[in-house]
């Protein structure tokens, strides 16, 4: 019977080493992806003058909607990664 219980935390151990491990490569990439948000956000910050034309304010809210899109699938991205993580610990 210890056997058993030994090899089970055995085998939990190494189940939440490996759901750590894929956390930790996702908020690498989530924080890679967020840093490129933040310089296209600083790009738009100092282009942004106070005169825009039509054709301009258009650019600007088409660079911003795909700002937001991007963030949103890095939102969605990481609740899934959650998840599966407690899914996967819960299987065990």
């Known amino acids: 019977m210890d056997k058993v219980f030994n090899q ?16 930790i490569l996702d908020r690498q990439a989530f924080e890679t992806r967020l840093a490129k948000i933040i310089t296209q ?4 910050k100092t282009k942004d003058s106070p ?10 809210s088409e660079a911003l909607q795909l700002i937001y899109d ?4 890095c939102i969605t991205e990481s609740d899934v990664s959650i998840l599966l993580l407690i899914t996967s610990i819960q299987l065990v």
């Open 70 to 73: 991007e963030i949103q699938l």
């Open 8 to 23: 089970n935390s055995t085998r939990l151990q190494l189940k939440r080493d490996q759901a750590e491990e894929q956390l």
């Open 41 to 44: 956000l600083d790009i738009y």
């Open 51 to 60: 005169f825009l034309n039509v054709e301009e304010m258009r650019m600007n």
